[in-house]
């Protein structure tokens, strides 16, 4: 039971490149949420998915988009990479019913 | 969107030392959460509250809800430098599919 794994671990993007970020859980959970971490910032929700086939915007989601690609799996896309979104990248997931988020160990991502 | 005010922002302690943090919101939750993030991982669950004045302890650590719903208390006790991390407070009201985090409080523990 791996619980919450991410790739990559981490990354270095020149501005205006792309990439996904890969979320998946084994725990049969039907919420998975996007974090971003910036210092003195805390955790801020992008993105999340309360169940398969559903999204719903977080906090701060502009220059992001998501994928709820199966109950496994939530993915978030950085379409043109900006040095602002340099980041450290978190997801979670949460069994329905309870309160509780288990992260994943983040996704390092650097935009020059 | 939502705040939640944690303070400390940081702290540096003597090994031994006991250690006291809280979140204050100007709104209700009906649960509260603390967490741990060690340097570079993801945070960690150290306790969940559930009801107004629970008190909850999971070893060294002591947390509680208060009693008003609008905040919450974090005690570590006998610190050990094992403890250095930063903690996060995260609340969550009825029905909500969201959690609103703490900015986090930045613990050293000097040996």
């Known amino acids: 039971n791996a619980g919450v794994t991410q790739t990559p671990k981490f990354q270095v993007l020149k501005t205006g490149q792309s990439m996904t970020l890969q979320c998946a859980q084994d725990m049969n959970h039907n919420s998975m949420y996007w974090y971003r971490q910036d210092p003195g910032m805390g955790l801020r929700l992008i993105y999340y998915s309360a169940s398969e086939g559903t999204t719903d915007k977080g906090e701060v989601p502009n220059g992001y988009n998501v994928s709820r690609l199966n109950k496994r799996e939530f993915s978030l896309r950085l379409e043109s990479a900006a040095p602002s979104q340099t980041s450290v990248y978190f997801c979670?997931?949460?069994?329905?019913?309870?309160?509780?988020?288990?992260f994943g160990p983040g996704t390092r991502l650097l935009v020059l | 969107g939502q705040q939640l005010n944690q303070s400390p922002q940081s702290m540096f302690i003597q090994e031994g030392e006991d250690v006291s943090m809280n979140c204050t919101s100007s709104?209700?939750?009906?649960?509260w959460l603390w967490y741990k993030q060690d340097p570079g991982e993801g945070p960690v669950l150290l306790i969940a509250l559930y009801k107004a004045g629970e008190l909850t302890s999971n070893g060294r650590l002591t947390a509680q809800f208060g009693i008003t719903r609008k905040d919450s208390f974090l005690n570590i006790s006998a610190s050990i430098p094992s403890d250095v991390g930063i903690y996060f407070c995260?609340?969550?009201?009825?029905?909500?599919?969201?959690?609103?985090f703490g900015k986090g409080t930045k613990l050293t523990v000097n040996p």
């Open positions: 709104s209700i939750f009906n649960t």
């Open positions: 995260a609340g969550q009201k009825g029905g909500s599919e969201k959690l609103v």
């Open positions: 979670a997931s949460r069994k329905t019913g309870l309160e509780t988020q288990y």
